[in-house]
């Protein structure tokens, strides 16, 4: 099974940037981020295709965030920018580790191994 690691979180103020980084042991296909803040259920962040040409955003993070991907390291980034409070969570990457057709995965389901999660915090 494909393992995946996280790293990057940290603690920021609102209106700073981090970048989180997923490195996979292994081939993957479409990866993503999800995010989870404590008592809120996990939630999509952002998606992208192997080849890097399709992401899909959250309407919350889109125009701040960025996710891109480098299939030379087996690594997919997010680019955190214009942090807010709201944005506090753990984040966690997830990737299909088998080619599937369609659209790009959105929901946790549609993934076959995640990671272990990094803190993002962001103090007002």
């Known amino acids: 099974q494909v393992q995946l690691v996280e790293s990057g979180g940290g603690l920021v103020q609102a209106g700073g940037s981090l970048r989180l980084s997923c490195t996979a042991s292994?081939?993957?296909?479409?990866m993503g981020w999800f995010r989870q803040a404590p008592g809120k259920e996990r939630e999509f962040v952002a998606t992208i295709t192997r080849g890097g040409g399709t992401t899909v955003y959250a309407d919350s993070v889109k125009g701040r965030f960025t996710i891109s991907r480098d299939n030379a390291k087996n690594t997919v980034y997010l680019q955190m920018n214009s942090l807010k409070p709201e944005d506090t969570a753990v984040y966690y990457c997830p990737a299909q580790t088998t080619l599937r057709l369609g659209v790009l995965p959105e929901r946790g389901y549609e993934y076959d191994s995640w990671g272990q999660g990094t803190q993002v915090t962001v103090s007002s």
């Open positions: 292994g081939r993957t296909y479409a």
